[in-house]
């Protein structure tokens, strides 16, 4: 199984919007709704903050979220804060029943 | 509240078996579905495997011939075997834990509660 494509970094200033967004096959986004989302700052563990492709568990804020095209899922943050700057990564189960991970995108805050 | 805390030796030497332990407070192992996943320097995630509470496991088909994954309700502890380790498995190996949808009663496929993790190095 190969990894989720990622852009390698995106940038936005506080206040904007931005938008990573997570390509699979039809073997895993293409095919199952179970794209979920981590943020993870520099020597933390990551942080789930979308499942399902758009569902928030409690506690994650409201200006984070995610839609699916096709093979291709996206997480939006908008507002965009300094505290956002972090790694973020997204995940899909497969058609093997396994899990897949995308090679992860840094955000920076302007 | 569910925690998560990862042990294991640090250094493993080429060829040799890499074992981990997460061990888990707050809950219930047997409660839950269980995941091992890694982190390589300057690389992303990599899933290796799951063990759901009914037993059954699922593994990364890259690392299936090298993996085992087992649970210990008695200690309610989970454990990674990973054989014939080369350079390529120094990572920092997590446990994370199969997020359960507390109102529906299911489980999720994604990791809602991770330990901190332990770097492993393998090196001679």
């Known amino acids: 199984q190969s990894a989720l494509t990622q852009p390698a970094s995106v940038s936005g200033s506080p206040g904007q919007s931005i938008t990573i967004s997570c390509t699979g096959t039809?073997?895993?986004?293409?095919?199952?709704?179970?794209v979920s989302w981590y943020q993870q700052h520099p020597g933390k563990a990551p942080k789930l903050l979308l499942y399902?492709?758009?569902h928030r568990p409690s506690g994650v804020s409201s200006r984070f979220s995610g839609s699916k095209s096709g093979n291709t899922a996206s997480l939006t943050i908008s507002g965009l804060q300094a505290e956002d700057e972090a790694d973020y990564f997204c995940?899909?189960?497969?058609?093997?029943?396994?899990?897949?991970f995308g090679g992860g995108t840094k955000l920076t805050v302007l | 509240q569910v925690q998560l805390q990862e042990s294991g030796p640090g250094l493993v030497r080429p060829s040799e078996t890499l074992s981990l332990t997460c061990s888990v407070s707050?809950?219930?192992?047997?409660?839950?579905?269980w995941n091992w996943v890694r982190q390589t320097a300057g690389k992303g995630l990599e899933w290796i495997g799951r063990?759901?509470?009914?037993?059954?496991?699922n593994r990364n088909p890259s690392l299936k011939s090298r993996v085992t994954m087992s649970a210990d309700t008695s200690k309610n502890q989970l454990s990674l075997r990973l054989i014939s380790v080369t350079a390529a498995d120094t990572a920092v190996y997590y446990c994370?834990?199969?997020?359960?949808?507390?109102?529906?009663?299911?489980?999720?496929?994604?990791?809602?509660?991770w330990g901190q993790g332990t770097m492993v190095t393998v090196s001679s």
């Open positions: 995940s899909s189960y497969t058609a093997i029943s396994t899990f897949v």
């Open positions: 063990i759901s509470n009914t037993g059954s496991s």
């Open positions: 707050g809950g219930s192992i047997g409660s839950f579905s």
């Open positions: 399902d492709v758009y």
């Open positions: 994370a834990r199969m997020y359960f949808h507390v109102s529906s009663g299911t489980n999720r496929d994604a990791f809602d509660i």
């Open positions: 039809t073997d895993d986004i293409g095919v199952y709704n179970y």
